[in-house]
Nanobody, 127 residues
Framework: QVQLVESGGGSAQPGGSLQLSCTSSKITIATHCMAWFRQAPGKEREGVASFSSWDGATYYADSVKGRSTVALDNAKNTLYIQMNNLKPEDSATYYC????????????????????WGQGTQVTVSS
């Protein structure tokens, strides 16, 4: 039973931008710790960013820091990640994940720390 749905993936040129969305009809995102992960073919799933519903605190992996912004639209129950200055190495399937509870600080960006996952949206960055 899918509880998180990602969208917004697609193709972009290096230096371009994409905004990914994560929404749910089953859970209230504002009561969860949320995270974005990505997985490229042949590579392990890696954490990209997290968002604490406690105070809106965000954390970004070094790979995207300074190029990405996570935000929550409570009215739409949707979490976004805006990714700018895209690089070919950003190409991957992007997943959003959630952990129930309003955590003061989200757990580290380890896949095993998050309970619920979406099915992913593909991002391809190439010229």
């Amino acid at each position: 039973q899918v509880q998180l749905v990602e969208s917004g993936g697609g193709s972009a040129q290096p230096g371009g931008s994409l905004q990914l969305s994560c929404t749910s009809s089953k859970i209230t995102i504002a009561t969860h710790c949320m995270a974005w992960f990505r997985q490229a073919p042949g590579k392990e799933r890696e954490g990209v960013a997290s968002f604490s519903s406690w105070d809106g605190a965000t954390y970004y992996a070094d790979s995207v820091k300074g190029r990405s912004t996570v935000a929550l639209d409570n009215a739409k129950n949707t979490l976004y990640i805006q990714m700018n200055n895209l690089k070919p190495e950003d190409s991957a399937t992007y997943y959003c994940a959630s952990l129930a509870g309003r955590w003061v600080e989200c757990p580290p960006l380890q896949p095993g720390a998050y309970q619920t996952w979406g099915q992913g949206t593909q991002v391809t960055v190439s010229s």
